[in-house]
């Protein structure tokens, strides 16, 4: 699902949590696609994940977009690092939430920086079990800060 700009850079999100409620881009990301152009993937509902999320990165290829984020979760941050180093021309950083091990080995000798921008913290205080959804406002809150933080 495309949201937000036709150009100008990019965040590719990808959702290991399948179909959303709405179809939708959730509600916490409207300011992000105020700036960005917005390519959400939910990555259950396909059967060719890295081929869609090839397609994807080849769009934003082709429409030139300055910079490409790729905001991943979970079980998608290996694919989410994978891809990165596929399309490392176009890739400039990946955020990971709740990333299972440690994968940024993976982008060792390339430009791609690897940051963890959100972690639930497991206790009898915390509402939301790993990995946080990628519409929680902790979430945003972090891809809003690393996207303006030094890169």
Known sequence: MWAGLEDGPALVVIDP????????LPATWQRLAEHFQV???????????LEDLEDVLETLT??????????ASGEACSAAIAIAHQFADAVNT?????????DSAMLAGTEIAVR?????????DDRVAAPL????????EGVVTALAGPR
Request: contains cysteine; hydrophobic residues 40%.
């Open 17 to 24: 949590t399948g179909a959303a409620k709405h179809e939708a």
């Open 39 to 49: 390519a959400w993937c939910r990555t259950p509902a396909s059967d060719r994940e």
């Open 62 to 71: 082709a429409r030139r977009a300055p910079a490409t984020t790729i905001v």
């Open 94 to 102: 990946v955020l990971l939430v709740d990333p299972f091990g440690d």
């Open 116 to 124: 963890v921008i959100a972690r639930t913290h497991p206790g009898p």
């Open 133 to 140: 959804p990628l519409g929680h406002p902790d979430v945003v």
